[in-house]
């Protein structure tokens, strides 16, 4: 494969054929068993990825089909063109803040402009072979970043969780003013539902990979809502969203400025370089997650095809009225887990979740907002692995932890592309000066590093590994 990347052309050839040496374990052994695990998968993912999408783009400022329509664009289109057997695609957690904040400014046809500018940069890059340079970027920055967005996530979800009926608003400080300014909304019954659908998505995934926590969340809620609690005042996703609607392929437009002044043309290119980042980092980070988890022994992730796939995706996926999203780290753990051994499980989770989305649509309108609270409660939750909290302390230098630290403070307060680039610049400044004549490195570095070994179990590296 190597050799036909060495030209332009054989790069192209390679980048633009779907069908390629990602399916070569379904033709290993018994060929019919294979594509029975690899639709199993796909169906059973389908049905985790329904409320999570819903809740991404919600959380995000946009409509709960978005999220549906764009994580099966997504998956399609990822499985097709790129670089990962297992890899599934949907909207991430790392993109709320990032369209959040741009929604919160702007509109859809903005953001569609800013993730296709972004997906032709990430075509780029993998036709230029970027996507080893990209892969260096520091364990901890990317540790860091992700403490800071499960803090937005969790702050963002207080009022769904509180049962507030109103907004909290953009911005961490706004958030935690409102939460207090609100307080004589709360809505006990709201609480209980998000906490039953934080445990249920919890207690399921360790019951059986079968069990889609979230969806049975839903579910919960769902009868919660028409039977029981009817009368209880909760908000369900009806109230704030009005119908579901099922025609979910409506092609929309990048939008382009009315006028164009330089705080747009700033934003526009925060938005593209964070998209663009976001996109290169997270879906690098799960295709190599998911070689070392599925034990590939046949053609590895290639990282150059992955950029590649990840502009399509980025490109087409808001043209469908979705927005930008790029590997799902749970979501592909689950797909390994269930046994799926090619990217068919990819394309089988595309059809799926539309057949899904087009029953469902009618009763997930129905819905408690309580409950789309609790599965981003349960998201965030995850987000921080005490796996790789203790890497970090492993590396008995307090760089790295500086700069975790750094990230994870600075994201919720100044932004991600504030918080993400000044981390790596000060990163390559001192690894450029040397770190051993920047800051001595702490003494008790090792004992920091026993102790907090002690207070955690010793299996929790792999646990949170495969329960992502």
Known sequence: MKHQEETLTGRLSYFLNPFDKRYEDLTKGNISGNIIKDLTAGLVVAMVAIPMAMGFAMASGLRPEQG???????????????????????????????IGGLMATYNHGFLILASIIAGVLLMISGVAKWGRIIAKVPNSIVV??????????????????LGFKSKLGYGLGEQIQNIFNYLSEFNVYALIIAIATFILCRVAKKVSVFLPGPLLGLALGFVAAKTFWAENGLVLI????????????????????????????????????????????????????????????????????EFWGQGMVNIFTPLFNGFPHTGALARTAVNIKLGAISPLAGIAKFAFKLLLAAFLATYLEEVP????????????????????????????????????????????????????LSAIAIYIILNYMGEHHIIKKFDKADHIYRAFNFMTDKKTTQKNLINY
């Open 68 to 98: 549906i329509v764009g994580g099966a664009v997504a998956g399609l289109l990822g499985a097709l063109f790129g670089g990962s057997k297992y890899q599934v695609y949907g909207p991430t957690a790392a993109y709320i803040p990032i």
């Open 144 to 161: 860091g970043f992700t403490i800071g967005i499960a803090v937005v996530i969790a702050f963002s979800q207080m009022g769904e969780v």
């Open 238 to 305: 009806k109230d704030k969203y009005g119908s579901i609607p099922t025609n979910f392929f409506v092609f929309t437009m990048p939008v382009l400025p009315a006028s164009w002044n330089a705080q747009i043309i700033f934003d526009l290119v925060y938005y593209v370089v964070a998209i663009y980042f976001i996109a290169a980092v997270e879906s690098l980070l799960c295709s190599r997650m998911a070689d070392r988890l599925a034990n590939n022994k046949g053609t590895p992730f290639n990282p150059n095809k």
């Open 369 to 420: 907002m309580a409950c789309i609270g609790g599965i981003l409660l349960y998201v965030a939750f995850n987000m921080v692995k005490v796996g790789e909290l203790k890497e970090i302390f492993s590396m008995r230098s307090n760089i790295h932890l500086m700069l975790m630290i750094y990230a994870a403070v600075m994201l919720p307060f100044f932004g991600f592309l504030a918080a993400v």
